[in-house]
């Protein structure tokens, strides 16, 4: 998939649009095709230094459709949903979260 990455910390500048791994939904999670992303201020704190490990897909709001769940039922659960506001754990500035 292609993302928004950052491979140092710093100024916006630094984010690349980039090929990214496809992320693996959890249990309790479901696959998003983002049809929309938002830049949020968390992800000017994690680009100015947070620990996290670079390179890093940034963004944590995200809306689109769902393309598959983790495993275990959850209330997002059904395959082509759409509309839904997605607070995900991190990497939704990327075609999947």
């Known amino acids: 998939m ?16 980039r090929d990214a791994p496809v992320p693996e939904p ?3 999670e ?9 830049v949020n201020p968390s992800d000017s704190k994690a680009r100015a230094g947070y620990n996290f490990t670079l390179p890093f897909v940034t963004g944590v709001d995200a809306a689109g459709v769902v393309e598959r769940n983790g495993g ?8 082509g949903s759409r509309d839904h506001l997605v607070r995900t754990r991190r990497e939704d500035l990327g075609q999947l979260c």
Do not use: C, H, K, W
């Not at 479901?30 to 938002?38: D, N, P, S």
């Not at 275990?72 to 395959?79: A, L, S």
């Open 72 to 79: 275990e039922r959850n209330r997002i659960q059904t395959r």
């Open 26 to 28: 959890q249990d309790s």
């Open 2 to 17: 292609r993302a928004m990455v950052f491979e140092s910390y710093g100024e916006p500048e630094i984010m690349r649009l």
């Open 30 to 38: 479901v696959l998003i095709r983002v049809g929309y992303a938002g």
